[in-house]
């Protein structure tokens, strides 16, 4: 049987394709059209999720939609009924996409898809705790689901058993956590449903003295459920989220760009101090109330790591699991695994597992190098593995930054070792050479270390046995205090990494250039940046890769078992700097 | 032929401005005319009632949480609602 999951129309569009419970290729749009966060309907995701299957539209049998279109489309016209007459401008530029496109996805995917078969729409918090239980390992876990918004659901939490999910409780919109971190996101300079994470890395550097604050914005209950003091808000009727009472309590919105003030940083810990009390409050709640010890979590808010690093040591559950695209990208593997394991009953088993997130596109060795000579790109090929693993490994040691194309691209929004920048953690001006000759991104900002998983637990303070989310770098710990200045560049001011943890057989590769690195270096830990410059999304393809290394100041690019240098190479008129976005 | 060629393109570009211009114009009156009569109306009329369509206000309930209410059968799925 095979499932075609889809999820767009709101941020991250995504397609996947599920064959007989496994999860054979799945990627967000944005890889493909560039636009980042692209949230059109997945037309390129989904070919490519057929090339990748061998199959054509017509062998689906069921397509699976990641929410219901007309109960979101209810909710947004009860915002402008309550909101009349101040949610003209909103209803003026949203209703026209609605109609035209939203609410006709059935007619979308049999016109222009071609599709004739069965569509099934999943409520969209039901496909966030499918996409994370039904591909876990666990026979049966608590769900705890928490993202800006649904349908109206904001939160929500249940339990899942074999093949079935149930959500008990729910938060409704206009109540959001999510919302009220993005509130704080765009308060704080930065761009919505995308730049939340930096406001998590900035949290360290400041003080939570707005906490009081933030607590009269939200009334947070003993059982971690809340409400929102909307008269702080006006994201339910305009397009910019925080109201004038916040900014009178918080001060003037930055200006993006602008200095980032320790005014910032302390507002910034003061909201993560609310949240990981929101979700540790909520979690230990709903132990209580299953006594279950596995946990699976799923929703923006769950790409919170920090939080999530202090999950196992605030509550009592015992072992989690969280998706690699746990936003709304994920919620295409969630639709297609609700289809196949709940409504059809199928079973669960060990390949149906998503242990690993290279499912995205690849390309043979032919591929490549009719890429390279194509465009007559000068490189060198290497004779063997061996070769490739200790020349990159001589490389990086060298304080060369290195761009690594090797296999399937991820799934998600972290790059895992398929797409990445590589470079060393140990010379303490790395963080400002990647910076200045690459990301261009800003400097409160930590690069984050990946580490193989049997050496995870002698620098880092992980949790035991180590959750398989930190294979996907959803969780953050502390670093060992001893190991911190030997590993400056990798080591946030507050002594923590946002560590991934390797298993050779997710990518063996990668787990042996860590390995070497350490052989050479006496530190088996390597930088891991994702493969693109501020604003573009993680490269996909050898031309993206090629286009972002000469454009910046990427040394040389190991792509496949070739290497390209930049200096070996006409610099094309690429201006990475010009196009270093938000 | 060139002078031609570069005429017609631009006249059409022109048309094609104009056109744009047009629709926004017809869309923003359609557009606030529903709002007005659609929205507006029903929104003053249930207001009058006591209807709220959001739950702006808090409670000072002890708990947050609500039940869900849907448990929905496999039927309901081919549904968009």
């Not at chain 1, 949790?463 to 930190?470: A, F, V």
């Amino acid at each position: 049987m095979i499932v075609l999951g889809i999820a767009c129309y709101y941020h991250d569009s995504s397609a996947c394709i599920m064959v007989d419970g496994k999860v054979l290729a799945a990627a967000e749009e944005e890889r493909f059209t560039r636009k980042k966060h692209d949230f059109g309907f997945p037309f390129k995701a989904i070919e490519y999720c057929l090339k990748e299957a061998g199959i054509t539209i017509k062998e689906v049998s069921y397509i699976g939609f990641y929410e219901k279109p007309l109960i979101k489309f209810e909710r947004v016209l009860c915002q402008h009924l309550e909101m009349f007459p101040r949610s003209f401008p909103t209803f003026f530029k949203a209703i026209p996409s609605w109609i035209n496109e939203k609410v006709r996805v059935r007619k979308t995917i049999r016109r222009k898809l071609g599709y004739m078969g069965d569509i099934l729409f999943i409520d969209h918090h039901l496909a966030h705790a499918a996409s994370s239980f039904l591909v876990s390992p666990f026979k049966e876990a608590a769900i705890f689901t928490i993202d800006g918004v649904g349908e109206w659901e904001t939160a929500t939490y249940g339990f899942a058993s074999g093949n079935d999910i149930t959500l008990k409780k729910e938060i409704n919109f206009p109540h959001s956590l999510g919302l009220l971190y993005s509130t704080a996101t765009a308060h704080l300079g930065f761009s919505v449903n995308n730049s939340e994470y930096k406001v998590m890395g900035m949290a360290p550097y400041g003080v939570p003295r707005y906490y009081n604050d933030f607590k009269k914005i939200i009334d947070i209950r003993d059982d971690g459920s809340f409400e929102l003091d909307m008269s702080y808000f006006v994201y339910h009727y305009k397009e910019r989220m925080p109201s004038k009472k916040y900014i009178a309590l918080f001060g003037p919105i930055r200006r993006p760009e602008s200095d980032v003030t320790q005014h910032h940083k302390d507002l910034a810990a003061s909201l993560q101090k609310v949240t990981e009390e929101v979700v540790f409050k909520a979690l230990n709640h709903i132990f209580r109330e299953y006594k279950c010890e596995n946990l699976c979590m799923a929703g923006g808010v769950a790409l919170n790591s920090v939080a999530n690093g202090k999950i196992m040591r605030n509550t009592p559950f015992k072992s989690i699991y969280i998706v690699p695209p746990a936003g709304d990208g994920g919620c295409s593997v969630g639709a297609a695994a609700y289809v196949y394991f709940t409504l059809m009953k199928n079973k669960r088993d060990k390949d149906s597992v998503l242990d690993s997130s290279y499912l995205g596109p690849g390309f043979s060795t032919e591929e490549v190098k009719k890429f390279l000579d194509k465009n007559k790109i000068k490189f060198s090929t290497f004779r063997s593995e061996d070769e490739l693993i200790k020349a990159t490994v001589k490389h990086i040691y060298e304080n060369k930054v290195v761009g690594w194309f090797q296999g399937r691209m991820e799934f998600g929004p972290r790059a895992l070792g398929s797409r990445s920048i590589l470079s060393n953690p140990c010379n303490p001006k790395m963080q400002d050479i990647l910076n200045l000759k690459v990301k261009h991104r800003e400097k409160f900002r930590p690069f984050a270390p990946v580490v193989c998983i049997e050496d995870a637990n002698k620098y880092f303070e992980c949790d035991s046995p180590i959750p398989m989310p930190t294979d996907f770098m959803l969780m953050v710990y502390p670093i060992r205090k001893e190991f911190r200045p030997l590993i400056p560049a990798v080591t946030h001011v507050d002594g923590s990494g946002r560590l991934q943890t390797v298993r050779r057989y997710q990518n063996p590769k990668y787990y042996e250039l860590i390995k070497e690195f350490g052989k050479l270096s006496g530190m088996p830990i390597l930088i891991n940046t994702s493969f693109n410059i501020r604003g573009e999304p993680i490269v996909c393809t050898p031309y993206d890769a090629y286009k972002c290394m000469m454009g910046t100041g990427i040394d040389c690019l190991v792509m496949d078992k070739f290497l390209i240098r930049r200096e070996d190479n006409l610099r094309d008129a690429w201006d990475s700097e010009q196009f270093a976005k938000d | 032929m060139s002078y031609l060629a570069n005429f017609f393109k631009g006249f059409v570009a022109g048309f094609k401005h104009f056109g744009q211009g047009i629709t926004n114009i017809v869309n923003f009156i359609l557009t606030l005319v529903i709002y007005i009569i659609g929205v507006g109306l029903t929104s003053i009329v249930a207001k009058a009632f006591g209807k709220h369509f959001l739950s702006l206000r808090k409670t000072n309930k002890k708990s947050a949480w609500s039940a869900k209410n849907s448990h929905p059968k496999p039927d309901d799925f081919y549904r968009q609602f």
